[in-house]
């Protein structure tokens, strides 16, 4: 499994909807990529605030912030 394949999933793997053996593949590479277990961290956040918040405006703002925070960390990795 690659970067790509995990952001790829992402979304599927926060929702439990993998099966047992691409999660495990996922894992294995979180262990060793820094990249990717903050994307899925940045991601399972937004999806819980999603989930606790009434508001509607308030989760895309944040989603917005966390996007950029992601952004500006990655450029940081990448020096
Ligand atoms: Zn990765």
Not at 30 to 47: A, F, G, N, P, S
Not at 55 to 74: G, I, Y
């Amino acid at each position: 499994m690659n970067c790509n394949g995990v952001i790829r999933r992402v979304s599927s793997y926060i929702d439990g909807e993998l099966a047992a053996t691409v999660v495990e593949e996922i894992e294995l590479h979180l262990k060793e990529c820094r990249h990717c277990t903050i994307v899925v961290q940045q991601t399972k956040l937004t999806v819980s605030l999603y989930y606790d918040s009434d508001l509607v405006d308030f989760p895309m703002e944040v989603q917005a912030r966390l996007h950029e925070k992601l952004r500006r960390k990655m450029r940081e990795d990448r020096k």
